[in-house]
């Protein structure tokens, strides 16, 4: 008994995952972006992705980071990034999208564990998403919430658990109704998130307005991301 508890941690110590990251269509992205131009708030969100699929493909524990979208633009640098490049084929939402990547998964690597990962994430850290997967892991279908406390920026599910993202507006207490252990958020006065790990504060920080962004550079941006504040003065 005790040398399958054994094996079990092991494999858990181990565990390899596949990052699903659904990318709109640059055209329709991050409207909330307000004071910017169109052509501005496209390469805004391009970069932020670029900036997310390159800290993802960093992190210790992934294996594959698979970008869903239509858009050849992301397709183009997320291919160059080394990520692999799925077309939106369900085109039925963010939700949907992040299923049809984790099925690809599923297909390919039956033992991997399955994310799904927000786009817009220019201040993520490589080690702060393999400290939530290792989290998710232990104690199995898991998510991080984001900074404003109401979303989610990370889904994920070990093996042979049920993948069943509920991202969109107030995902957060849809993922606590299903059961998902929640992840990242510290504990008072300690800076510890519940799970005995550090604040996980660039996986948190998405980014849908002006002040998110600001808030995301004072942690600090990924290079593409950065680039385009530094060659602008509203930050």
Do not use: C
Request: net charge neutral; charged share 20%; glycine share 10%.
């Amino acid at each position: 008994m005790a040398l399958d508890a054994d094996l079990l941690a092991a494999r858990r110590a181990t565990l390899i995952w596949s990052l699903v990251v659904p990318v709109k269509v640059l055209a329709q992205a991050k409207s909330r972006l307000a004071g910017l131009a169109d052509d501005k708030r496209s390469r805004f969100a391009l970069a932020m992705a670029a900036d997310t699929i390159a800290a993802a493909l960093q992190a210790d524990t992934v294996g594959a980071v698979l970008v869903v979208t239509d858009d050849p633009e992301v397709s183009d640098i997320a291919g160059r990034l080394g990520a692999i490049v799925l077309a939106d084929t369900p085109r039925a939402g963010l939700n949907e999208a992040l299923t049809h990547g984790a099925r690809y998964s599923e297909r390919r690597w039956s033992d991997r564990g399955r994310a799904g990962l927000a786009a817009d994430l220019p201040a993520l850290k490589p080690g702060e998403l393999t400290v939530a997967l290792a989290a998710s892991a232990r104690v199995g279908v898991a998510f991080v919430p984001d900074a404003d406390g109401t979303g989610t920026t990370l889904y994920a599910a070990p093996p042979g658990a049920p993948f069943s993202p509920q991202f969109g507006l107030a995902s957060r207490a849809r993922h606590l109704a299903s059961g998902a252990v929640e992840l990242g958020t510290a504990e008072p006065g300690t800076g510890e998130a519940a799970t005995g790990s550090p604040e996980l504060r660039g996986l948190r920080r998405d980014v849908d307005t002006i002040d998110d962004l600001r808030a995301a550079a004072r942690i600090g941006l990924g290079p593409r991301t950065q680039a385009l504040v530094a060659a602008g003065s509203w930050v």
